[in-house]
């Protein structure tokens, strides 16, 4: 794969500014668009993997249950592609208000995002959170800042 620096990339960083919005505006439908049907998840929410569209949806309802008002910060983005398959990675958090009120600073995560062109569309058909972790203590690192 070679880095392009002109479409594709523009359209890989583009898809990952509507993910963000979906995100922010609780928009489960719009974010259906942006996800392959066969999508494969691994988040930082249990189980190890969640397989489809609709398991990936039913993590983002769960987040969106627990706000009243979210945010999701990206940064550091770095993206490598083709004409037909990308990816992209970097540094991202989820933060904002409880619904009893209570703001919550989130924690900044690694994120690696999968693309595939489908049909003229670039679809996520992988994506990857993690955090990293004490591999002596056995506990996640969680105030780690980029």
């Known amino acids: 794969m070679t880095v392009h620096k002109g479409l594709t990339m523009d359209e890989i960083t583009q898809h990952i500014g509507r993910i963000v919005d979906g995100i922010e505006a609780k928009d489960l439908d719009g974010l259906r668009r942006l996800y392959a049907a066969d999508v494969v998840s691994f988040d930082v929410e249990p189980p190890l993997q969640h397989v ?6 039913a993590n983002w309802d769960k987040a969106f249950a627990f706000f009243r008002d979210v945010r999701y910060e990206f940064r550091d983005l770095a993206v490598t592609a083709d004409e ?43 994506d990857q959170v993690s955090v990293p ?9 969680t105030g780690l800042e980029p």
């Open 84 to 126: 037909n398959v990308a990816f992209a990675h970097g540094f991202g958090r989820l933060h904002g208000t409880t619904n009893t009120g209570v703001a919550v600073a989130g924690m900044w995560v690694r994120a690696t995002f999968g693309f595939r062109r489908i049909d003229g569309h670039w679809l996520v058909t992988h």
């Open 133 to 141: 972790f004490d591999i002596a203590g056995g506990t996640a690192v």
């Open 52 to 57: 489809g569209v609709d398991a990936k949806l």
